[in-house]
């Protein structure tokens, strides 16, 4: 956290990781992902590699959890898998499993019957399958592979059965003495159930806590420091506190609005007091809050109830008059002397306990990047368009923070430039804006640039032009010292994808998903020539003789052209294994390189030789730039 350039990938999935977890001292992380390969791993970090992978699920992965002593990991499917596995880490046996309960005919529902079944263990290597043993200790069965199971998606209104599982420590008996049995609880649409787990008979039953009339959709839960309560957070923005013990509730208590979003018990030394409260609630009781209204509050015990001690809100960290967001997550830093929580504009910050003094530690899109642009001049700074969380931001390389940042409500930036010191952004509502590239003030704006949106924007600094393309096919070419509209320039079809400037900056190319690309007199406002390819036209790149263009497609070639010549002069076919989406020539005009789909980059030099490739994003490759 302290060296941002210090950074290790850990790569192993082929669909969207939906839940990590780390364990107590940070020498394992598991992780989960959605899909029909609905795979867990679980990594080294010392080693920084790949311990086990884990392939019982069939559908998703919902959550993940391990116990404080590392031994254990409870992992729950979503919606369609509906299973919970506990996997010993030593070896990565099974330990138990079982399906989750049907959800009460309400919340209020007191207790349910006593879930049980008991699960004999299975042996694994990293990568294999598991296969049912005979006993705790496993057995030398030939690895087989699971039961393939159809695919099927996840819809928005179907949630997943738990929503968060927290650990507990040890089952404790009458004595209150610690027992060799592990609990945990989990939260969600089936209410907030205790779970009892045997490890050496692979024993797994739950009981339901009593919510008594309380009717909730239950978001979070985390137990006290000393493991006699559970908390539980609501979308209504309360939370309840139960009684391990007896599982009924002790009290609830209103925390936030849109609803709690995490919860992070306290050790009672840093929450700010030692103090024992009677006669329900004691000291050890703290709790931080993460709201849906961007809130973090810290509660502390008084009488029956609690109540907040301490109060900030994060995403006002960077600027006091910023729109509120909600906080995600919240984790406790070794010595748990620190929190740190992520907010879902993408922040993370860092606070100080008991007080919830924060300083933010990095910043991020949250959403995918759609473009990317250097400025001319320098290599220490680049700008990123980011349609999802509507912001255009310029990054310091020296520290890959975000020295400037740019919202506008509302709008949704899907391409960038540089002119000069000024940031062009081009925006899906179909505005061009003029960003300052020092403190992100908008200089000045065109509302009504494209109808339908810009998808493409260029700068001829020299003549004070910039060039855009729109999603109709448009292209247009703005004068910006009168800020008026120099030339209108309407021949493709589909969306302008990609505009190069000549050196001249009187004559440009554009291309497009009509399979074109076209090059323009921009004094005299008309074409040159047009070239047409077999497939849409995703990426070009003028080459520096002005002679010959390079262009990507979806069919996944690459093509040299001659300006002069109706044909490619050379054709790499099937240079990537999906869709291109992204290409970029080196600032020398001797090296090219390309993206897409497949989330692979490759370099190339201009005669077609692969250098090399490599792959560094888990996602489709938007944009690139040298």
């Known amino acids: ?19 990590v977890s780390v364990s107590s001292s940070g020498a394992l992380v598991a992780s989960g992902q959605s899909g029909p390969n609905a795979d867990i791993i679980i990594w080294d970090l010392d080693a920084k590699q790949k311990k086990y992978r884990l392939r019982e699920h069939d559908h998703g992965i919902a959550c993940l959890a391990f ?59 990293p990568g294999s399958s598991f296969v049912l043993g005979d006993d705790f200790s496993g ?77 909730r959709v239950w978001t979070s839960v985390a137990f006290s420091d000393d493991g006699e309560r559970c908390f539980a957070g609501t979308t209504s923005g309360d939370f309840a506190v139960f009684l391990v013990r007896t599982r009924v509730l002790e009290c609830m208590v209103s925390a936030c609005s849109h609803g709690v979003r995490a919860l992070a018990p306290l050790p009672s030394e840093r929450a700010g007091t030692t103090e024992r409260r009677t006669p329900a609630l004691d000291a050890s009781a703290h709790v931080a809050v993460a709201g849906g209204d961007g809130s973090l509050r810290v509660f502390a015990p008084r009488g029956r109830s609690m109540i907040p ?11 006091p008059a910023a729109r509120a967001s909600a906080v995600q997550s919240l984790s406790l830093c070794a010595p748990r002397r620190e929190l740190l929580c992520s907010l879902d504009n993408g922040d993370m910050c860092v606070h100080s306990l008991p007080d919830l003094r924060g300083a933010v530690h990095c910043v991020n899109h949250a959403g995918p990047i759609a473009d990317v642009a250097f400025p001319t001049a ?25 020295a400037v940042t740019c919202l506008v409500a509302r709008e ?33 704006a065109l509302p009504e640039a494209h109808r339908g949106g810009v998808s493409r924007v260029r700068a001829l600094p020299r003549s004070r032009l910039i060039v855009s393309g729109g999603e109709n096919g448009d292209a247009r070419v703005w004068d910006v010292r009168s800020r008026e509209l120099a030339a209108h320039l309407k021949e ?71 300006l002069a010549a109706p044909e490619p002069i050379r054709v790499l076919s099937d240079a990537h294994s999906d869709h291109i989406t992204a290409l970029a020539l080196s600032n020398d005009g001797n090296l090219f390189v390309t993206g897409g789909y497949d989330q692979v980059i490759k370099l190339w030099t201009l005669d077609g030789r692969l250098l090399c490739e490599g792959v560094g994003h888990s996602g489709c490759v938007e944009a690139l730039c040298f």
């Open 1 to 19: 956290m302290e060296d941002a350039h210090n950074q290790t990938f850990f790569r192993g999935h082929n669909n969207d990781v939906s839940c």
């Open 67 to 125: 116990t404080a002593d590392e031994r254990m990991l409870v992992s729950i499917g979503n919606y369609f898998d509906r299973q919970i596995f506990i996997w010993e880490m030593g070896r990565g046996y099974i330990v138990a499993n079982t399906t989750l309960p049907a959800p009460p005919p309400s919340a209020g529902a007191s207790h349910a019957p006593a879930g049980r079944t008991t699960h004999p263990a299975a042996r694994t290597t």
């Open 139 to 215: 057995s030398d069965v030939p690895a087989t592979p699971s039961p393939a199971t159809p695919s099927r998606q996840h819809g928005d209104a179907q949630a997943d059965p738990v929503a968060s599982v927290a650990w507990g420590g040890r089952a404790r008996d009458i004595k209150r003495r610690e027992t060799g049995d592990y609990i945990f609880a989990t939260a969600g649409p089936s209410g907030v159930l205790l779970w009892t787990l045997t490890p050496r008979t692979g024993d797994l039953r739950h009981e339901r806590f009593q919510c008594g009339a309380h009717v």
């Open 309 to 319: 001690v301490h109060e900030c809100f994060p995403h006002r960290l960077r600027d």
């Open 378 to 402: 320098t290599s220490e700074r680049f700008a990123t368009a980011c349609p999802g969380d509507g912001t255009v931001r310029v990054w310091d390389l020296s520290s890959y923070g975000a």
């Open 412 to 444: 949704h930036p899907s391409c960038v430039a540089w002119s000069s010191d000024c940031v062009v952004a081009g925006y899906e509502e179909g505005a061009l804006r003029f960003i300052d590239g020092e403190d992100g003030r908008v200089y000045w």
């Open 492 to 562: 493709h079809k589909s969306r302008v994808t990609s505009i190069c400037a000549f050196h001249d900056e009187t004559h440009a190319l554009t291309c497009s998903l009509d399979r074109s690309f076209l090059l323009w007199d921009l004094d005299r406002q008309r074409r040159v020539s047009a070239h047409h390819a077999r497939s849409a036209i995703t990426g070009l790149q003028l080459c520096p003789d002005e002679r010959r263009v390079i262009t990507t497609g979806r069919d996944r070639s690459v093509m040299m052209w001659d």
